[in-house]
């Protein structure tokens, strides 16, 4: 069975979704009902800034909290959705925070994380202004990807700006019904 995360990197106020959100929900529209999905908005919890300790202490002590939901809910996907606007050129902070936390867990004694992360496939729902000015981000996210010996599927981008924009890029909002399975328009 498939295990799709969704994780939300919008940083909206709470109550309104964003472009990246709504072509992401659109895109998750058609997955079978076998099909399991979690979403997570990575704004509302609570981890704890990443602290590079590779060159002093070496090893990491295992997550807790939010962080250890966090890391089960990854490890526990088949496949990794980035629901990523471009906020400045790049990854919205609470997404960086996240991928930080993955040099931790690659670190955590026991863990393998890397090892676990093979194979997962890793998507991205994004939107900004300019496809152009989201290559940066989206190239950052393949490499993550490359790093970790997951499957790097093509993203899905869509104009965005102010909330619903996406909703007037007919060519976006068309790709995103068959996005996932492969039969973008």
Known sequence: MRKFLF??????EPGHIGNSETLARRAAAPLSADTKQTWVKLADLELPPFVDLRHTAGTYPMPMADAKSLLDATLAATDL???????WFSIPSPLKT???????????????????????RLWVIATSGNREKA???LDSYRLCAEFLGMQWQEPLWGK???PDTVL????AMAAAAGYFSGQSA
Not at 81 to 87: D, G, N, Q, T
């Open 7 to 12: 994780l939300n990197a919008s940083t909206r």
């Open 81 to 87: 959705v980035f629901v990523s606007p471009v906020y």
């Open 98 to 120: 996240y991928l930080d936390h993955w040099s931790a867990w690659l670190r955590v004694p026991g863990l393998e994380f890397k090892e676990a992360m093979a194979g997962k």
């Open 135 to 137: 290559q940066p981000m």
């Open 160 to 162: 965005g700006g102010a």
């Open 168 to 171: 007037a890029d007919g060519e």
